[in-house]
């Protein structure tokens, strides 16, 4: 018999964590019960809140639930490799706590692998409950990812999906420190199918992500994936080099010809202002690859497990 793991990493989910728990029950696992062995692996994710014990109590009443948690919060991208380094199944779900991933939608991912695909993946039909702007930032990054770099992150793809065992093993080959999900899963290939997934309100609780996390998180995407922005002081210098000896032999032609100028005041500082900010533009795209090296030399461990209950 095959086995399914269900990863939930979960942070501060104590409203909504049993209802999650029943769903998944009753939409889920009582139907594939009959072919397929199972098991739940929650990730808590340094929860300050009851989640912890909540999650005890639910393991005490069914023992295919298992806990990993973790010394603190590390962040969903730690806990989703914590879930694929220790769980056991041949088939992997990946999916948030809060219900936005609808649980039946799993019987179509079996469909889906059945078929003989190596993923299933959900992609966001709409952005129904989301504001226009986020909408609009969000379409523009994943134009950026796309055309900054090889990997192809499609438009509205989420971490609710389901891998065979061998991608699995595949994405845990990457062993780097800023984890980018989405562009790993893309990264590593596979013959996947999308299935589209209408967007769910949040059961209950709260969104851990605000405006700024977005923006860094869309940042830190195009940083892991591509060396783009790299390039762009090479561009922007070329693009200023031009114009500047265009300006040297317009003045050197005006000074022949009609004597010398008083140089302008405005024209100066307006361009010394100028170079001045691509410079600095320039270093600081630096130093975001810079910082990145420096964490990834360091080859901290991704996260930390506190309490292991099997
Ligand atoms: N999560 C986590 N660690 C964090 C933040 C979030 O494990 O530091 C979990 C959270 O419990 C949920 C999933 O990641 O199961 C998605 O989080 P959230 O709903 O806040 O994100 P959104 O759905 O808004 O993208
Ligand atoms: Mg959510």
Not at 55 to 69: A, F, Q, T, V, Y
Not at 94 to 114: R, S, T, V, Y
Not at 270 to 290: A, H, K, P, T
Request: some cysteine.
């Amino acid at each position: 018999m095959q086995k399914i793991s269900i990863i939930v990493p979960c942070y501060n989910e104590e409203e909504v964590i049993e209802l999650f728990n029943e769903e998944i029950h009753n939409k889920v696992i009582e139907k594939i019960k009959n072919e397929f062995e199972y098991e739940v692996l929650f990730i808590d994710d340094g929860s300050k809140d009851k989640t912890l014990s909540k999650l005890k109590e639910m393991k005490k009443k069914d023992e295919n639930i298992r806990i990993i948690s973790f010394s603190r919060n590390f962040g969903k991208e730690s806990a989703m490799y914590a879930g694929l380094e220790n769980c056991q199944g041949d088939l992997v779900v990946i999916m948030d706590a809060d219900l936005q991933h609808p649980p039946e939608k799993i019987l179509e991912m079996i469909e889906g692998i059945k078929e003989g695909f190596d993923v299933v993946t959900t992609v966001r039909k709409d952005r129904k409950g989301e504001s226009k702007i986020r909408n609009l930032l969000s379409r523009q990054f994943y134009r950026i990812m796309h055309g900054s770099s090889k990997v192809e992150v499609k438009q509205g793809a989420q971490d609710f999906r389901m891998m065979k065992r061998q991608v699995v093993d595949a994405i845990l080959e990457l062993k780097e420190y800023n984890r980018f999900s989405k562009g790993i899963f893309s990264w590593v290939g596979f013959d996947t199918k999308y299935i589209e997934v209408t967007n769910h309100e949040r059961a209950a609780g709260k969104s851990k992500w605000n405006f700024f996390s977005l923006f860094r998180y869309a940042k830190e995407g195009i940083i892991s994936f591509s060396t783009m922005p790299l390039k762009i002081s090479i561009i922007a210098g070329l693009i200023i080099s031009a114009i500047a000896i265009i300006l040297g032999i317009q003045v050197l032609i005006q000074t022949l010809y009609q004597g010398q100028d008083v140089p302008g005041y405005a024209s100066t500082i307006i361009s010394v202002l100028f170079i001045g900010g691509v410079q600095l533009i320039s270093i600081g795209i630096l130093s975001e690859y810079i910082a990145k090296m420096y964490m990834e030399i360091k080859n901290r461990p991704k996260y930390i497990i506190k309490d292991k209950i099997d």
